[in-house]
């Protein structure tokens, strides 16, 4: 059977080993998937003790060792390259292992299977961590016409605008977020998990068609709340993206696309 793992501290709340053991049922896979949580400073030994495993195919990499996983991978995707962070890795036939960052692919299809378009649109990214450089190659390769990158910390939101060089890329101050005319916003910062808002004026909402929040709940969180409230259409949480980017990674091990939305509706309903 093959076997596959999610690596993370804590792991505990994991939906990681509930969502593949649903693809590998609807593909006819029959899989082994555990959580492990590695201790901080054993991550990189337990990866090895777990590919060490003749029937180890791949793992998924959480909080907080995604750059670690990037600085273990041999060959690492773009997406990767520009995350510095890792969220699946695969082992390749020539020994080592092969890293990639699926957040932005599992991003652009959640928002593609809720029926947004994104070509020719104006979209602001909140954020500037690890999450929100996973999904800047997968949405600019999306087609849309401009993205904005406002983060609380200016500077880091200016780097990634730097290292990436696109003309369709800027750095968006916090408080020029209004005057932006963003069309969808996606906050991909940590503030909902302590149930705070990112800090963008209630202006940028008010024309603002689609809020995308990668935090998810069984509640809808505090920046979706604040969208709808200030006039903003339509409010996504980001469990979709979390089914989407596992679909992604279990493809790249298995070769087979799993459907997905049946899988978002049961793990909402079930599990969060
Ligand atoms: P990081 O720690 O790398 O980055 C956190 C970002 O949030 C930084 O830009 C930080 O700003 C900003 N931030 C934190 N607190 C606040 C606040 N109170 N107000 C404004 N900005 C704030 O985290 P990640 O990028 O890895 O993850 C961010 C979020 O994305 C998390 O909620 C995570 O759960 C979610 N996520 C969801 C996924 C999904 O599949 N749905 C996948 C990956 C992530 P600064 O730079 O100024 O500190």
Same mark, same amino acid.
């Given at each position: 059977?093959?076997?596959?793992?999610?690596?993370?501290?804590?792991?505990?709340?994991?939906?990681?080993?509930?969502?593949?053991?649903?693809?590998?049922?609807?593909?006819?896979?029959?899989?082994?998937?555990?959580?492990?949580?590695?201790?901080?400073?054993?991550?990189?030994?337990?990866?090895?003790?777990?590919?060490?495993?003749?029937?180890?195919?791949?793992?998924?990499?959480?909080?907080?060792?995604?750059?670690?996983?990037?600085?273990?991978?041999?060959?690492?995707?773009?997406?990767?390259?520009?995350?510095?962070?890792?969220?699946?890795?695969?082992?390749?036939?020539?020994?080592?292992?092969? /890293?990639?960052?699926?957040? @932005?692919?599992?991003?652009?299809?959640?928002? #593609? $299977?809720?029926? *947004? !378009?994104? %070509?020719?649109?104006?979209?602001?990214?909140?954020?500037?961590?690890?999450?929100?450089?996973?999904?800047?190659?997968?949405?600019?390769?999306? /087609?849309?016409?401009?993205? @904005?990158?406002?983060?609380?910390?200016?500077? #880091? $939101?200016?780097? *990634? !605008?730097? %290292?990436?060089?696109?003309?369709?890329?800027?750095?968006?101050?916090?408080?020029?977020?209004?005057?932006?005319?963003?069309?969808?916003?996606?906050?991909?910062?940590?503030?909902?998990?302590?149930?705070?808002?990112?800090?963008?004026?209630?202006?940028?909402?008010?024309?603002?068609?689609?809020?995308?929040?990668?935090?998810?709940?069984?509640?809808?969180?505090?920046?979706?709340?604040?969208?709808?409230?200030?006039?903003?259409?339509?409010?996504?949480?980001?469990?979709?993206?979390?089914?989407?980017?596992?679909?992604?990674?279990?493809?790249?091990?298995?070769?087979?696309?799993?459907?997905?939305?049946?899988?978002?509706?049961?793990?909402?309903?079930?599990?969060?």
């Amino acid at each position: 059977m093959k076997k596959f793992a999610v690596f993370g501290n804590p792991i505990t709340h994991s939906l990681s080993p509930v969502i593949h053991q649903m693809f590998a049922k609807s593909t006819g896979e029959e899989i082994l998937y555990e959580k492990i949580q590695a201790p901080l400073e054993g991550f990189e030994q337990a990866v090895m003790d777990f590919f060490a495993q003749p029937n180890a195919v791949g793992c998924n990499v959480t909080m907080p060792f995604k750059t670690r996983a990037y600085e273990m991978a041999g060959q690492s995707s773009p997406e990767a390259q520009v995350a510095k962070a890792v969220n699946t890795l695969a082992r390749m036939h020539e020994g080592g292992f092969q /890293g990639f960052n699926t957040d @932005g692919v599992g991003l652009v299809a959640d928002l #593609k $299977a809720n029926n *947004i !378009v994104l %070509e020719g649109r104006r979209v602001l990214l909140l954020g500037a961590g690890g999450a929100a450089r996973g999904v800047v190659l997968p949405l600019l390769n999306a /087609g849309i016409a401009k993205l @904005g990158i406002c983060n609380r910390t200016q500077s #880091k $939101a200016q780097a *990634i !605008v730097d %290292e990436i060089a696109c003309e369709r890329l800027e750095c968006v101050a916090l408080e020029a977020a209004s005057d932006w005319q963003a069309e969808i916003i996606i906050n991909s910062t940590a503030a909902s998990l302590s149930n705070a808002l990112p800090g963008i004026d209630s202006a940028a909402l008010v024309r603002c068609e689609v809020a995308y929040d990668m935090a998810y709940a069984k509640e809808p969180t505090v920046f979706m709340r604040y969208a709808l409230d200030n006039g903003c259409d339509l409010a996504l949480d980001g469990l979709g993206m979390l089914v989407e980017q596992a679909a992604a990674a279990f493809t790249i091990w298995t070769g087979k696309t799993p459907a997905t939305r049946e899988v978002v509706n049961k793990v909402r309903a079930e599990y969060t």
